[in-house]
């Protein structure tokens, strides 16, 4: 299945929920300058790390990073 992280991060949008995949996720939705259409680590996790709205799901999103590359090896 090849989707980018942008679109499997965008399974868990919900801009009532206060889990944390969730915040990262809506977040990310509403930032126009999040690469929505890459699957590289790097260049996503750099965004994050210099955009300060996401520095408290850092280490949501290194989870959610696990999750999506085990699911693009099914």
């Not at 992280?5 to 915040?23: A, I, N, T, V």
């Not at 965004?47 to 300060?52: C, S």
Request: proline fraction near 4%.
């Amino acid at each position: 299945m090849d989707l980018t992280f942008y679109e499997f991060l965008m399974r868990y949008r919900d801009k009532d929920s206060l889990k944390p995949e969730c915040r990262l996720a809506n977040i990310a939705h509403d930032d126009t300058q999040f690469p929505k259409q890459s699957t590289d680590f790097n260049e996503i996790s750099n965004h994050l790390e210099y955009t300060d709205d996401y520095g408290p799901l850092l280490v949501t999103f290194d989870d959610l990073w696990l999750s999506y590359q085990a699911m693009q090896e099914r």
